[in-house]
């Protein structure tokens, strides 16, 4: 199973509090810790999490300062824990405008788990699907493949190339957001052309492992067509 999550509502939870938006995004990676575990306990194969959308540049580069150096820091506190669980970890999207010394942290961290065997962690920062999608087949080009010939597999292939994704993740099952926001933001948009949306009005900060459990148990009811009908549907 593939689970995406959208962790939005970190700048808000700080706000009704009368805290900076920076104590948001701590928190917030506190429930990231939660989710994460939650995830791997549940049996997930692979869990992929937006921290950082490339249009996110635009936010203030106090904000985005503050967001790089969590960031660092998430890494470097908490992937012995991932690694003591077998988590392999992997931070996906574009690197050329990350800091040498983010890029470090983000290289030793993959390089410390990749002998994991469990749950699939990516990291989504400077992510942008369009991006992703539009440099893959910019890639499909210059390899000599046409629009009418290159295959979905080929154009994965080149699609995780381009994302920096140690293995491929695969479609997306799940799609998880918080923040009561209904829109995809430019997150995994080829993996979840048949995910089941799920949208959460708790802020991100207080996304639990209960919560995370009511998403599981509403994909557990839904019923996944891919454009088909099911033998239920057709005796209906």
Same mark, same amino acid.
């Given at each position: 199973?593939?689970?995406?999550?959208?962790?939005?509502?970190?700048?808000?939870?700080? !706000?009704?509090?009368?805290? &900076?938006? !920076?104590? *948001?995004?701590?928190?917030?990676?506190?429930?990231?810790?939660?989710?994460v575990e939650a995830a791997a306990?549940?049996?997930? #194969?692979? +869990? !992929?999490?937006?921290?950082?959308?490339?249009?996110?540049?635009?936010?203030? &580069?106090?904000?985005?300062?503050?967001?790089?150096?969590?960031? *660092?820091?998430?890494?470097?506190? #908490?992937?012995?824990?991932?690694?003591?669980?077998?988590?392999?970890?992997? /931070? =996906? *999207?574009?690197?050329?405008?990350?800091?040498?010394?983010?890029?470090?942290? =983000?290289? @030793?961290?993959?390089?410390?788990?990749?002998?994991?065997?469990?749950?699939?962690?990516?990291?989504? /920062?400077?992510?942008?699907? @369009?991006?992703? =999608?539009?440099?893959?087949?910019?890639?499909?080009?210059?390899?000599?493949?046409?629009?009418?010939?290159?295959? &979905?597999?080929?154009? #994965?292939?080149?699609?995780?190339?381009?994302?920096?994704?140690? @293995?491929?993740?695969?479609?997306?099952?799940?799609?998880?957001?918080?923040?009561?926001?209904?829109?995809?933001?430019?997150?995994? +948009?080829?993996?979840?052309?048949?995910?089941?949306?799920?949208?959460?009005?708790? +802020?991100? &900060?207080?996304?639990?492992?209960? @919560?995370?459990?009511?998403?599981?148990?509403?994909?557990?009811?839904?019923?996944?067509?891919?454009?088909?009908? !099911?033998?239920?549907?057709?005796?209906?």
């Open positions: 199973m593939h689970i995406g999550i959208i962790m939005d509502g970190n700048g808000r939870w700080a !706000t009704q509090r009368g805290l &900076p938006r !920076t104590a *948001g995004h701590v928190e917030g990676a506190k429930a990231v810790r939660t989710t306990r549940a049996g997930v #194969e692979t +869990l !992929t999490l937006y921290a950082f959308s490339a249009a996110n540049w635009t936010r203030p &580069p106090l904000e985005i300062a503050a967001l790089m150096k969590l960031f *660092g820091q998430y890494l470097f506190s #908490e992937t012995r824990r991932c690694v003591e669980q077998s988590i392999r970890v992997n /931070v =996906i *999207g574009r690197r050329d405008r990350l800091s040498e010394n983010l890029l470090r942290s =983000i290289e @030793q961290s993959e390089r410390l788990s990749a002998s994991c065997g469990g749950m699939h962690l990516r990291v989504a /920062v400077d992510y942008s699907s @369009q991006y992703s =999608i539009l440099k893959a087949a910019q890639r499909a080009h210059c390899e000599g493949h046409g629009a009418a010939d290159i295959a &979905p597999r080929e154009f #994965e292939r080149l699609l995780h190339e381009v994302d920096h994704s140690s @293995q491929p993740a695969g479609a997306v099952d799940l799609l998880i957001r918080t923040g009561n926001e209904r829109r995809l933001s430019d997150f995994l +948009l080829w993996e979840c052309a048949y995910a089941e949306l799920y949208f959460s009005d708790c +802020l991100w &900060p207080e996304f639990d492992e209960v @919560q995370f459990h009511l998403a599981l148990e509403d994909y557990a009811g839904r019923q996944r067509r891919f454009g088909g009908l !099911t033998a239920r549907s057709l005796s209906e």
